[in-house]
């Protein structure tokens, strides 16, 4: 079965600092997506970035970066010179390659940048 | 402004009550979706459409029930057989795009619902 096992349930960072946030996944299919959301308190889940599994390099947008690790099945979320408004819970996720678009997620990581 | 509304944000149900969260999307998108979120955890898939006037249950579909008479609608019924519905609830949608694709699921602002 699908699994998304994120370990760190906080994490504080320095403003301005780089953070990682860890995420390892669990698949048998050759084919998937990997996706980090970020939960702010009001709520609602805000896309940040995507990885696929036969990508050849790791995602970036803006100061978000995807560390992809095939291998390892890890997609660490780095988060570089962190902001005030950087804190909030942060969800891994995957989608198998199937149709579905099915999204499994992890438990979360709650992040608080400190001035 | 394209987006996801969910209403209402907050809700209470009564003891054997059935109560109804609303999901509109103006995206254009083929698929929805429902979540559940309980405490310290991450989201599980209640159910989810592909196409109108057809859904599939997700992980934990009993108790709840959905329709989808209209593309841009997919209300979630809370049911009396539902024991334990207090929890945040965020609606999705999706292109449907090919399998191996992106196919972001955006999210609604959510629906807080709690027991009396």
């Known amino acids: 079965a699908q699994k998304i096992t994120q370990t760190q349930p906080g994490m504080f960072v320095q403003e301005k600092e780089a953070v990682t946030l860890d995420c390892t996944y669990d698949?048998?299919?050759?084919?998937?997506?990997l996706f980090w959301y970020k939960q702010p308190s009001s709520g609602e889940m805000i896309f940040l970035i995507y990885?696929?599994?036969?990508?050849?390099q790791n995602a970036t947008e803006g100061r978000y970066s995807l560390n992809f690790q095939k291998a390892r099945k890890s997609a660490n979320l780095v988060i570089s010179a962190s902001q005030l408004g950087d804190s909030a819970m942060y969800f891994c996720?995957?989608?198998?390659?199937?149709?579905?678009?099915?999204?499994?997620f992890g438990t979360g990581t709650l992040l608080a940048v400190q001035p | 402004d394209g987006g996801i509304t969910q209403s209402p944000k907050y809700l209470f149900r009564k003891e054997g009550q059935n109560v109804t969260l609303s999901c509109e999307q103006n995206?254009?998108?083929?698929?929805m979706y429902w979540y559940r979120q309980d405490p310290g955890q991450g989201l599980r898939l209640i159910y989810y459409?592909?196409?109108?006037?057809?859904?599939q249950k997700g992980d934990i579909a009993e108790g709840y029930s959905v329709s989808r008479e209209k593309k841009e609608s997919f209300p979630l019924t809370v049911t009396s057989a539902q024991k334990n519905p207090t929890a945040f609830y965020l609606c999705?949608?999706?292109?449907?795009?090919?399998?191996?694709?992106?196919?972001?699921?955006?999210f609604g602002a959510g629906t807080r619902l709690s027991v009396l």
């Open positions: 999705a949608s999706s292109i449907l795009g090919l399998a191996g694709h992106k196919n972001i699921q955006y």
């Open positions: 698949t048998s299919d050759q084919s998937y997506g």
């Open positions: 990885q696929g599994s036969y990508d050849q």
């Open positions: 996720a995957m989608r198998d390659g199937g149709a579905t678009n099915k999204l499994i």
């Open positions: 995206l254009n998108h083929d698929a």
């Open positions: 459409s592909q196409i109108v006037n057809d859904f």
